[in-house]
């Protein structure tokens, strides 16, 4: 079982810098790869960035590439996910999620993951 609590979240204009963080409990955070996904008012849960278990491996969706930067910190049980040039229409709340899984498959998929946080908010003004 794993239990994640995202912070960082906020209002702020277009073309500004925003980190969020999720801290997890458990003893076995190092064998989870971990996402962000986003969801926005009245649209799906979306992919937005994954990372493997070390680290080794980053996976971003072709919309926030190059703006955001995800990463962990296994001694701490922290991922984050560093957010620059922020847009308006990454307004959404953002969600962090675990999977069991380390392969390089289906990290997108929202069913692919089995622990969820409860989202936090990023509202981005233009």
């Known amino acids: 079982q794993v239990q994640l609590v995202e912070s960082g979240g906020g209002l702020l204009q277009g073309g500004g810098s925003l980190r969020l963080s999720c801290a997890a409990s458990?003893?076995?955070?190092?064998?989870?790869?971990m996402g962000w996904f986003r969801q926005a008012p009245g649209k799906e849960r979306e992919f937005v960035a994954a990372i493997s278990w070390s680290g080794a491996r980053t996976y971003y969706a072709d919309s926030v590439k190059g703006r955001f930067t995800i990463s962990r910190d296994n001694a701490k049980n922290t991922v984050y996910l560093q957010m620059n040039s922020l847009k308006p229409e990454d307004t959404a709340v953002y969600y962090c999620a675990a999977r069991k899984s380390d392969s390089g498959s289906y990290y997108y998929a929202v069913d692919e993951y089995d622990y969820w946080g409860q989202g936090t908010q990023v509202t981005v003004s233009s």
């Open positions: 458990g003893r076995t955070f190092m064998r989870y790869g």
